[in-house]
């Protein structure tokens, strides 16, 4: 009997540390799980960050050709910078324009 005995307390000490190692193992995948999620929603804020800033980027690229060309097609060197303006007065040139190019 002494023998069945120890075998089984052997077998529930491997059992509690096997049920210990799962514990760490489950643990220790939330753990990385978290820090997945939280690196990746990092990575996406980074994403818009450098998305709304290339859009800025464009956004003043267009700004600045527009308004050189207008500076190289009139003799108005100091544009206000007001879109609408500035749209107007290219409209009104391209009008300008389209009506010599009809005589």
Known sequence: MGGIQLLNIKILKMSSALLKIQSNLIKNYEMYKEFT????????????????????????????????????????????DQKQYQAQLLLNLLVILVKMQQQ
């Open 37 to 80: 999620i939280k690196q990746i929603n990092q990575i996406q804020g980074i994403h818009i960050q450098f998305k709304q800033k290339i859009e800025l980027c464009e956004k003043q690229v267009v700004s600045v050709n527009f308004l050189n060309l207008i500076k190289s097609i009139t003799l108005i060197q100091d544009m206000p």
